[in-house]
């Protein structure tokens, strides 16, 4: 344990995928136990070698409870651009820090990890033996050791231009391993109930993570659809509710999304994802509601809302209309009916949401969702902004040579007074965003592009 005031150094591997989306999850984690990133700390670019300093061993574990972007963490002994620096730097790291671990009553084992490069055998056996002026009093045990330190060598991130030497070699004792294999136990592919846009399941923790959803917290997803992201908010410990303004999807109603299988069964909802994983004790309800017209009554409810608005590729983006707002031409509706039939344009779906992020979240709560942008138009000031509401970070996730979405996070830090004030600044603000309105068909533009291409090499 560190003492007060001081900080530890440790060595994070990081996973190679969602690059954008470590910095963010890692931050945001931290900041959740009680940790803190130094400005020095944000320049890790690529890398899957990132040096923290951290309070505490045990913010180290809790932060490893929740990473999905992260694969291990160690206690950092040295650090060196060569074996020579590497164990001058060893050699320089405080013995009793050392002493606990290597006593004659405790068991180890020395494992190696190398980046970007495989070493035989005997490579391997030359590094741990090199390594025997560590003061190690305890027996080598293989196979449950007591404790775990490793050797990491970094080649850097060239496949095709591997160096002879490291860039840089770590050592370290192992702390914790990281919640990699949440994506594989909770993926789509097994769930009982999917649909069409159902969220990947790394991404759905990320999202949580972003969010620092904890246990007891109420969490709200306003486009639910299948209840992915109330799956991974609810895994830790949270509370979901939700809304989606499509009866047949909250109600496990209409054709299956699953190949080979025409309807859905008479046990296909988001109760039932959630019982699949031991969750249902967290599943608050969903409601059958339009999101421009929220039921809730005024206040602050939600820790956090997590959502992956529907964009109008594969999921309409439709909102409930009243008689009068039916457009010319089109027959009238009987008066007890609401006909879900009116278009509703990104940039309103984006006013409203963060409207309502803004009136129903509480002090310090998060929004955090997906936002559909054409690449090569697409500027910072595009992303909807609220006085309310902080942007803490915005990742990109490409769809295609031309689009892609962001992962949108932005904190609650000014209460909502003001409703007509707000709504004034924000459809100034908006005017840049509504280009995207016709997100859809620039998005299916390169589509039609290509297909036209196609047809001209093969008159050719």
Not at 252 to 261: E, I, M
Not at 353 to 380: C, M, S
């Amino acid at each position: 344990m560190a003492l007060p005031g001081s900080l530890n150094r440790y060595l994070l591997l990081m996973a190679q995928e969602h690059l954008e989306f470590r910095l963010p999850e890692i931050k945001s984690l931290l900041s959740l136990f009680g940790g803190q990133f130094t400005h020095s700390q944000e320049t890790y670019g690529k890398s899957p070698f990132w040096i923290l300093n951290i309070p505490s061993e045990d913010i180290a574990r809790n932060l490893m409870k929740r990473t999905v972007c992260a694969k291990s963490i160690f206690e950092l002994w040295g650090h060196g651009k060569s074996p020579e620096e590497l164990y001058t730097s060893l050699k320089s790291y405080p013995v009793e820090k050392m002493v606990p671990f290597l006593h004659s009553d405790s068991t180890y084992k020395i494992k190696i990890h190398t980046f970007n490069k495989t070493l035989t055998q005997e490579e391997k056996v030359k590094r741990i033996d090199a390594l025997e002026f560590l003061p190690f009093q305890g027996k080598v045990n293989l196979k449950k050791p007591q404790h775990v330190f490793s050797i990491l060598e970094d080649y850097g991130l060239d496949p095709n231009s591997i160096p002879e030497n490291p860039y840089n070699i770590y050592f370290g004792r192992w702390i914790a391993d990281g919640q990699r294999e949440l994506i594989e136990s909770y993926s789509v592919k097994k769930r009982h109930f999917i649909g069409n846009t159902s969220m990947d399941a790394g991404l759905s923790f990320i999202m949580t993570n972003h969010a620092k959803v904890k246990e007891n917290d109420l969490v709200f997803d306003p486009f639910v659809g299948t209840g992915g992201l109330l799956i991974a908010s609810a895994h830790f410990g949270a509370y979901v509710c939700g809304t989606d303004i499509d009866y047949n999807t909250v109600h496990g109603l209409g054709k299956a999304s699953r190949k080979n299988q025409k309807w859905r069964g008479p046990d296909e909802n988001i109760r039932a994802n959630l019982r699949q994983y031991g969750l249902e004790k967290f599943y608050l309800d969903v409601l059958v509601s339009d999101a421009s017209k929220p039921s809730w009554r005024k206040g602050t409810y939600f820790d956090a809302i997590i959502t992956d608005p529907p964009y109008g590729i594969r999921e309409s983006t439709r909102r409930s209309g009243s008689q009068k707002e039916i457009p010319k031409g089109t027959e009238k509706c009987p008066e007890s009916h609401v006909p879900v039939s009116l278009s509703y344009h990104l940039s309103d779906m984006f006013f409203d949401l963060l409207n309502f992020a803004a009136e129903t979240l509480v002090l310090g709560g998060r929004l955090v969702y997906w936002l559909p942008v054409y690449t090569p138009e697409y500027t910072e000031e595009m992303v909807p902004w609220h006085p309310c509401l902080r942007l803490v970070s915005n990742c990109e996730q490409k769809l295609s040579s031309h689009t892609a979405r962001r992962l949108i996070t932005m904190e609650k830090v000014k209460e909502f007074e003001n409703p007509d004030e707000y709504s004034h600044l924000l459809s100034e603000h908006f005017l840049p965003y509504q280009g995207h309105n016709s997100f859809r068909e620039k998005y299916f533009s390169g589509v039609t592009k290509r297909i036209a291409k196609e047809e001209r090499c093969s008159h050719e």
